[in-house]
């Protein structure tokens, strides 16, 4: 998700970035634009652009062509379009000599990449992702040396028809990109080792974003990537590096002083976390879940990060220790995304008091034990809540002030009893089954409007079903 987001953004900002510059259209420019239309299949339901050009309009006001000043052509954005069969190598699209910006993202294209895109020498941004391309990535593409952003993502899981850039292809693929700011190459089957692949990189210099999830990566980690020491973004998720963190990686992360988003999770990754990682001053956004990390980790190594807005450290063999005392809150970073799932978590952790940006808060399947303070319904822009499968046994009211925001509640398998608390006003999934509870709510106004799920099974309520559940419709 994490990565499509941002392949998306990239489109988002292509696009609106889009402008006309000049009406004046050169006659070559617009003939071969329309001769690219005419070739295309494409489906105009769909469409937004390629079927709204047209010979009775210069080319530069067409929807997703820019020109320059002497009306060339330097910017196309095709994406979204629904275009199938791609392209073949002497379409009209490779004599577009002067394009710089190039986005074919969101199509259907269902074929292999031409070796014609090695004739757009002036790309300094080409997307191609999620556009169902497949077979090799051609090497032609290493030829486009004023690339600042290149982006290839691929939906596909399947090594055998999704597009696949070989081990020993990998250097030299890379190796003339060397003005590249932005790479992602999510769901590209690239089987190497990790200083293979690490190694492979370097010459990427000025690399600010990478992004490299569910490409058959091998571990371990290598410290070659340290040495991209201007990485903002570094997105890694979905490999199998399947060893622990080499103490070389350790301790070179310090390298990175310009990290913002690190994210390591379902790599298989085992062995405690390095406590480096917690010194790097830019860290916004952390995800290590689901992997096979252990050890003991305390909170007031997280709170180092002053900047940190997201955490994931969910489903990993971690137990995490709250031994911060007379804590400042004001100093505490501000969460919008924490999740602490199979934690080893026997308490709540005071941290989140006044978490007023908090918007999504999983702290299942820990040892948390008693009452669950009021406070906890005062985050007012919390809207996923998930304390299911702890040890809780009551809710401090009063709950008139239960979150407005909140969709999603999951308290089952718990230790809850009494009567069943208000439901928040906008709840979309409410699970309260698996506890002691004996009672139904009394009143709960509208608050069935929005519910796609709620359950309330193996609890021990008695009495009658009440009417508001009984004439619930969807």
Request: glycine letters at 4%.
């Amino acid at each position: 998700m994490k990565t499509t987001l941002l392949s998306f953004l990239l489109c988002y900002c292509f696009i609106h970035l889009t402008v006309v510059v000049s009406a004046k259209c050169l006659q070559d420019q617009q003939s071969l634009l329309l001769q690219l239309k005419n070739n295309l299949t494409f489906a105009p339901q769909f469409s937004t652009k390629l079927k709204m050009w047209n010979e009775n309009t210069p080319c530069c006001n067409w929807s997703g062509v820019t020109c320059d000043n002497e009306g060339n052509v330097i910017g196309l954005d095709l994406s979204g379009e629904e275009i199938f069969g791609g392209f073949d190598h002497s379409s009209s699209l490779f004599r577009l000599q002067y394009l710089q910006k190039l986005n074919l993202a969101y199509n259907n294209f269902n074929s292999s990449i031409p070796s014609g895109f090695s004739k757009l020498v002036m790309l300094n941004y080409l997307n191609l992702s999620y556009s169902s391309i497949a077979g090799n990535i051609p090497m032609e593409i290493s030829k486009l040396t004023r690339l600042v952003t290149l982006d290839l993502s691929s939906f596909s899981n399947s090594k055998e028809q999704g597009p696949t850039i070989y081990n020993r292809n990998l250097p030299t693929f890379l190796q003339n990109l060397t003005s590249l700011r932005q790479l992602y190459l999510d769901g590209i089957s690239i089987p190497t080792m990790g200083h293979k692949w690490g190694n492979a990189l370097l010459p990427l210099r000025d690399l600010q974003e990478l992004s490299m999830s569910r490409c058959d990566l091998s571990g371990p980690l290598d410290s070659s990537l340290t040495k991209l020491v201007n990485l903002s973004i570094l997105i890694l998720n979905g490999n199998n590096f399947s060893s622990s963190v080499p103490e070389t990686f350790a301790n070179s992360l310090s390298n990175l002083t310009h990290l913002t988003y690190l994210d390591l999770s379902y790599n298989n990754i085992n062995g405690e976390i390095p406590l480096s990682l917690f010194t790097l001053p830019s860290l916004e956004e952390i995800y290590l879940s689901f992997n096979r990390l252990s050890g003991s980790l305390q909170l007031d190594n997280v709170l180092k990060l002053k900047s940190l807005t997201a955490l994931d450290l969910s489903h990993n063999n971690i137990s995490i220790h709250e031994n911060v005392v007379n804590v400042d809150f004001s100093s505490i970073p501000k969460f919008r995304y924490l999740s602490l799932a199979s934690c080893n978590l026997n308490i709540l952790p005071n941290l989140l008091i006044n978490q007023s940006t908090l918007f999504h808060l999983d702290l299942s399947n820990n040892k948390i034990q008693g009452e669950i303070p009021n406070w906890i319904w005062k985050l007012q822009d919390l809207i996923f809540l998930n304390f299911s499968h702890n040890f809780i046994t009551s809710l401090e009211g009063p709950f008139q002030s239960l979150i407005s925001k909140l969709e999603f509640l999951d308290l089952h398998n718990n230790k809850l009893q009494g009567s069943i608390p208000s439901f928040p006003k906008h709840a979309l999934f409410l699970d309260y089954s698996n506890n002691n509870f004996s009672a139904f709510p009394q009143d709960i106004g509208s608050s069935l409007s929005y519910m796609n799920f709620l359950s309330f099974s193996n609890n021990n309520i008695h009495g009658s079903i009440p009417d508001y559940l009984c004439n619930a419709s969807q």
